[in-house]
């Protein structure tokens, strides 16, 4: 039986982990925080899922939370006027072709790792480094690093031509709330506010039950940039408010009452993103792969990183089953990477360009959408798959004939 090691249990490995073992594979996951630690955590993400990506949680049997989590049928876009006077210029509601979901990875990974014992793996808890790497890597046949923003990733070379950016490019600051005033349909309010940085409103499922996520990717040292890691959530929370008010009034009546679902709600963070060759080299000379953020790390301002990394573990399962028992060289870690590269090279293009102050053509196509109907429906959709809208934000010609 061919064993792998998986280093990570997020929302890369632990899919992939229980993956593998269902098709028969001996699987070890090791992972620094245990699942009680993780459920009793800060929380760790906005994790909204999107339709193709939740297709492949279900093919594994990992659409537990059908029944309890908010559905999420559109994206609600809107943009505030650029004179700063917390005003809406104009704003529509896009339908999803499939529901999304978001729920909280402290209720989603604790009960992934149950379950990756409940069939059979082998779960180590222990924080990887390199010498323990090189352990893995004489008993495995393939050891995998899903190790996400964690420093083990960072043997993992970043590659200059796929990463624009080498310092971060948002302040992210994020509270779960509740008693946040529901709108009629249950989508994600995703506001720009230019010069200035973005608001996102996401229905989610917490260890409470539902809550809305309310999360501000601020453009750094710009007027939103206003959070302290030091901030309890309460803090946080006022602080949001405060900027809901001035920068985004027509939102501050649903959030007036808005309280932290519990005092490990708040988040607050900056990080480059970065893209990074996906075979790494141990001291030794032997080869690992890297698997989802510890090698194709974007910025959440599009919310694509579960996406991907969802997406990402589906390819890395199937072509570790198509190899049957030829050995796993760097050739083929090298292709496998590429093929979920390739997979979620849009989303990267996507998340990187919205980064950037938006040129003419996109602020027309979003004010188009708002009279609209089927553009506005395009342009949700490309939150679940971005490889449909990147032509559009890229082309001044596609984006006027759209
Ligand atoms: C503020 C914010 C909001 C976001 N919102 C969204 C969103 O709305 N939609 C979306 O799709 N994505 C979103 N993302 C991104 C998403 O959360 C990540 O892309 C996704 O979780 C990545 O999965 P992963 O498996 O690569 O890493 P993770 O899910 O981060 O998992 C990595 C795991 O490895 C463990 N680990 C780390 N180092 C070690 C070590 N040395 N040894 C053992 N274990 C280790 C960690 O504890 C963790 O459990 C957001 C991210 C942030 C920061």
Redesign the pocket.
Known sequence: MRHITI???????LPLAIGLLKAGYKVRL????SAAD?AAGKV??????FGTARTEERKLGLDLWDQEAPSIVGMRIAVAAPDGSGNKAFGFVGNLAEPAQ?VD?RVK?PRFIELFATLGGDLEI????IPELERYAKDSDLVIV???????SQLFERDAARSPYDKPMRA?S?VYTQSTKPYDRTCVTATLIPGAGELFM?PALTTSGPCEIL?FEAGPGGPLDAFDPSMDADAQLAAIKALIKKFVSWEYDRVADAAPTDANAG?I?RFAPTIRKGTGHLPSGKPVLG????VILND?IV???????MKAAAIYLDAIIQRGNAPFDPAWMDATFEAAFRRVEASTNWSNMILMPPPPHVVELLARAAGKQALADRVAQGFDEPATIVPLFADPALAAAA
Do not use: H, T, W, Y
């Open positions: 280093v990570g249990g997020g929302q890369g490995g090791v992972q620094n925080r993780l760790l993400s906005s994790q909204c899922v978001s990875q990974f222990a924080e990887a480094g899903a190790a996400g923003k964690g420093a083990v992210l994020l996401i999360f988040l963070g698997l989802a953020d510890a959440p919310g694509q990183g579960s996406n991907n990394a």
